[in-house]
């Protein structure tokens, strides 16, 4: 912020930006400007209505900004800038782990209701949505979305260069996925080149074989969720299509089982 030829603007600027009303930044100011003050005092000071001021005095007290001494007249002292700020600075971190913690509390709530109220509406557990996107970063990042919440079992089918791309962008949800009991199943594409230190990595979490044809990238999640993924005419774009539907997946996940059986181990 640019500084003011006065500097009082200046600085209840500052403090309304950090989130005071300008009632309460006017008066902080101005019990810095005048010391320890009554309340009559900081209104006159402060140009505030005399009804309002105790209300402002009080909320800058429970902010951190002013000190009450006990008396008749109370009076109201300023704490310190840098003090200040910094049980300010509390404050609003209290404010904002109080409302994450009601959020996650009423996402629950959410959820909890959600699950009742779709097992109640008819067809709901049969109906399989199909959602296309284009670009390879946003494709693989929806790929690690949905490896992270995985719980049972990863099958991929895909090629050699793909699945480095794929490693080396989630080895770590991978990783992960395989340390809290995820089966993964990998067939590569035989006629490319296999990246050794990508190999070996992913030999640590995933049972890897080759096969003589594979002509497209499916990924298998979980009994239900599918992502295909292909390129396009322009060979640097790509599609991805994803659905959830254990129909599918049986079907897709059947081929899969032919393939592993007619696949071979990974060259020693």
Same mark, same amino acid.
């Given at each position: 912020? $640019?500084?003011?030829?006065?500097?009082?603007?200046?600085? +209840?600027?500052?403090? !309304?930006?950090?989130?005071?009303?300008?009632?309460?930044?006017?008066?902080? +100011?101005?019990?810095?400007?005048? =010391?320890?003050?009554?309340?009559?005092?900081?209104?006159?000071?402060?140009?505030?209505?005399? @009804?309002? &001021?105790?209300? /402002?005095?009080?909320?800058?007290?429970?902010?951190?900004?002013?000190?009450?001494?006990?008396?008749?007249?109370? !009076?109201?002292?300023?704490?310190?800038?840098?003090?200040?700020?910094?049980?300010?600075?509390?404050? !609003?971190?209290?404010?904002?782990?109080? *409302? &994450?913690?009601?959020?996650?509390?009423?996402?629950?709530?959410?959820?909890?209701?959600? @699950?009742? %109220?779709?097992?109640?509406?008819? =067809?709901?557990?049969?109906?399989?949505?199909?959602?296309?996107?284009?670009?390879? $970063?946003?494709?693989?990042?929806?790929?690690?979305?949905?490896?992270?919440?995985?719980?049972?079992? +990863?099958?991929?089918?895909?090629?050699?260069?793909?699945?480095? *791309?794929?490693?080396?962008?989630?080895?770590?949800?991978? #990783?992960?996925? %395989?340390?809290?009991?995820?089966? +993964?199943? &990998?067939?590569? #594409?035989?006629?490319?080149?296999?990246?050794?230190? /990508? &190999?070996?990595? #992913?030999?640590?979490?995933?049972?890897?074989?080759?096969?003589?044809? /594979?002509?497209?990238?499916?990924?298998?999640?979980?009994? $239900?969720?599918? /992502?295909? #993924?292909?390129?396009?005419?322009?060979?640097?774009?790509?599609?991805?299509?994803?659905?959830?539907?254990?129909?599918?997946?049986?079907?897709?996940?059947?081929?899969?089982?032919?393939?592993?059986?007619?696949?071979?181990?990974?060259?020693?």
């Amino acid at each position: 912020m $640019e500084n003011d030829t006065n500097p009082t603007t200046s600085l +209840i600027s500052y403090l !309304k930006e950090l989130g005071l009303s300008e009632y309460q930044s006017s008066a902080y +100011i101005a019990l810095l400007r005048r =010391g320890t003050s009554t309340a009559k005092q900081a209104s006159t000071e402060a140009d505030i209505p005399q @009804s309002r &001021i105790y209300g /402002v005095l009080e909320k800058l007290e429970g902010q951190g900004f002013v000190t009450i001494q006990p008396g008749r007249p109370k !009076k109201y002292g300023p704490v310190d800038p840098e003090r200040a700020i910094a049980q300010y600075t509390r404050h !609003k971190r209290a404010q904002f782990d109080e *409302r &994450i913690n009601e959020v996650e509390k009423l996402g629950s709530e959410f959820l909890e209701e959600t @699950s009742s %109220a779709l097992s109640r509406w008819k =067809g709901s557990d049969e109906m399989d949505i199909g959602w296309s996107y284009s670009e390879k $970063e946003h494709i693989r990042e929806l790929m690690r979305e949905i490896c992270e919440r995985t719980e049972s079992e +990863i099958r991929m089918m895909t090629t050699a260069y793909s699945f480095r *791309r794929l490693a080396n962008h989630h080895k770590e949800s991978f #990783a992960d996925r %395989a340390n809290e009991g995820v089966d +993964i199943q &990998i067939l590569l #594409a035989s006629d490319e080149p296999l990246n050794d230190a /990508v &190999i070996n990595t #992913a030999s640590e979490w995933a049972d890897i074989r080759m096969a003589e044809s /594979v002509e497209g990238k499916i990924y298998l999640y979980d009994n $239900e969720e599918i /992502v295909l #993924a292909y390129r396009t005419e322009d060979e640097d774009k790509y599609v991805g299509f994803t659905t959830r539907s254990p129909y599918l997946y049986q079907t897709l996940s059947h081929l899969f089982d032919l393939l592993w059986e007619q696949s071979s181990p990974l060259p020693a």
